[in-house]
């Protein structure tokens, strides 16, 4: 099959697991005796933040922020659309914003700066993947699963033109 020939695990299921669980024992380390408002990031960030929750035995609230700057493109185009915002009030809060990559920046940087003017208690970035070869726009991550290398990467909610969302790895997509 042509598209299996396209893709190329990048990291197992297996090794997902074990990020998302070291990465939420260092959240319910960090926030014991709070109530965090977490913040995913739609789409990418769905499958990572539903995990992620499962695992964080502390009292905490959901928002989503949907934002683009890719459509169906691999590049991003630079300018942040929001297409939901987040409902949930930030002010005093203490906010933890859920991503699946961070590739240039530009998206998260806007979130982040977006929240910022809605005054937190604190405000904080846990992200899956990084893609720090591409920066454009310096990002403070404080929770890391993988650093991953300058490649298109699909899979565990992360896509590509809407596809390859549902596979349960991560996967770089190959010409």
Known sequence: MVLQQ??????SRDEIAKAVDRLA???????????????????????FIAD????????????FANL?????????CGKVRVIQGVKTPVKGRDVLVI???????ITTSFLLDYLK???????????????????????PIDYLGFTVPNKFIV????????KFRNLPDIYTLEE
Not at 6 to 11: A, C, D, E, M, V
Not at 68 to 76: K, P, T, V
Not at 119 to 136: F, H, N
Not at 155 to 162: K, L, R, V
């Open 6 to 11: 396209q893709l190329k695990i990048l990291i």
């Open 99 to 105: 991503e699946d990559i961070v590739d240039t920046g």
């Open 68 to 76: 683009a700057s890719y459509g169906a493109a691999r590049e991003s």
């Open 155 to 162: 899979g565990y909610g992360i896509d590509c033109g809407e």
């Open 25 to 47: 024992r260092e959240i319910r380390r960090d926030y014991q005796g709070s109530q965090p408002l977490l913040i995913g990031v739609l789409k990418g960030s769905f499958v």
């Open 117 to 139: 003017k809605k005054k937190p208690a604190s405000l904080k970035l846990c992200t899956l993947t990084d893609k720090p070869c591409r920066r454009r726009v310096p990002v």
């Open 52 to 63: 992620l929750v499962r695992q964080l035995d502390l009292p905490l609230e959901l928002d």
